[in-house]
């Protein structure tokens, strides 16, 4: 099972949100049963673009770290559309 793991950003000086992505990322990856990879927006200003259509269309499960954002509304769209699986967890 292939889970994306969503975030708008992941910068070490985020404290408890960061630790929250990259331990639920790295529990994922000690089960061989999953694959996962992060999606990170970096507020838009990621070095190269995000083909999200893609992303969701080949995972199973997606979850969300956050979803007040313009990036986890485009994704959210595309999971509902492609039927997958949604998991919320809403930092704050």
Request: net charge positive; proline share 1%; glycine share 6%.
């Amino acid at each position: 099972m292939k889970i994306l793991v969503v975030t708008d950003n992941l910068y070490h000086e985020m404290g408890g949100s960061f630790r929250a992505v990259t331990d639920t990322h790295k529990i994922i990856l000690n089960n061989e049963k999953y694959k996962s990879r992060i999606a990170i927006n970096r507020d838009g200003i990621s070095k190269k673009k995000i083909d999200a259509i893609f992303l969701v269309k080949n995972f199973d499960i997606i979850h969300f770290f956050g979803a007040w954002t313009l990036f986890h509304i485009k994704i959210m769209l595309l999971a509902l559309l492609f039927k997958k699986k949604i998991i919320i967890t809403p930092m704050g």
